[in-house]
């Protein structure tokens, strides 16, 4: 069984500041706006990486789970680490094996859905999803719309290749989520702790920034990086060791 990073989502207080900014400094393009995620007081954006996606959701009304969100962490941040795997049963029954809630399930023709309570994973949301009808790397994804290739860029960055899970324990998250997914943990190249997927990474590091634990940082396979530094400089996002901030969340360029 694999298991592949195909969405990262952030949560801001309005998206459209957000989603120009992905824009201009990554070259890249809103591909689909889910009008069902209105159902839960949010507004959204997906722009593709690849064949990955970043997404961005705001509110749009009081009393949100993502407004909620954005107070306990102190503003626009990460929000969700979304995977997608190649058997949704086992995974599901390793869910349940263990106790953990789900925050949101659904089932519909081609796509199946199970989102991790964070109170149980530690972290971050953890999201489990499969695209039964189509689960080639380049293949339909149903958060994405029903045709997201039109607006895929591949000249400024090209992939997401690793997301940054910060927590006060951060070891005890990482194995939490080793077990959740059934894959060893290693240490990436610099020793730090990681979760290998398929294609990216998972890597679980102390806070840095004086936030709370969640979703900190993602990044990037560069195609060229002069670009987006310049693009960032000129937006003011740029930070020390050329560390992009977008939505309180910290872009590393590789490559």
Not at 1 to 25: G, H, N
Not at 87 to 110: M, N, T, V, Y
Not at 198 to 215: H, K, Q, S, T, Y
């Amino acid at each position: 069984m694999w298991l592949r990073l195909r969405q990262i989502c952030l949560v801001a207080r309005e998206l459209e500041p957000v989603v120009d900014d992905l824009k201009a400094v990554f070259g890249l393009e809103v591909a689909y706006r889910d009008p069902a995620v209105g159902y839960f007081g949010l507004e959204n954006a997906l722009l593709p990486v690849g064949n990955q996606f970043l997404e961005v959701v705001a509110p749009i009304q009081e009393q949100t789970a993502g407004g909620r969100y954005l107070e306990k962490r102190g503003g626009d941040g990460g929000y969700m680490v979304i995977t997608q795997c190649d058997d949704h049963g086992p995974r599901r029954r390793r869910i349940e094996k263990l106790g953990i809630r789900l925050a949101s399930q659904f089932e519909r023709e081609g796509f199946q859905h199970m989102q991790l309570h964070p109170k149980d994973t530690g972290g971050s949301f953890f999201e489990i999803d499969c695209q039964t009808d189509g689960l080639e790397p380049d293949g339909p994804w149903e958060p994405a719309g029903p045709d997201w290739w039109p607006a895929r860029r591949l000249d400024v960055v090209r992939a997401i290749i690793a997301a940054e899970i910060q927590s006060p324990e951060p070891r005890r998250v990482a194995e939490r989520w080793s077990e959740i997914s059934e894959i060893p943990l290693e240490a990436d190249g610099h020793g730090r702790i990681s979760l290998p997927l398929e294609n990216a990474r998972l890597r679980f590091v102390e806070p840095g920034d004086g936030r709370p634990e969640g979703l900190g940082g993602v990044d990037l396979a560069a195609v060229d990086r002069q670009r987006v530094l310049a693009a960032a400089a000129e937006r003011e996002l740029r930070s020390q060791d050329d560390v992009i901030l977008i939505c309180g969340t910290r872009f590393r360029l590789v490559g």
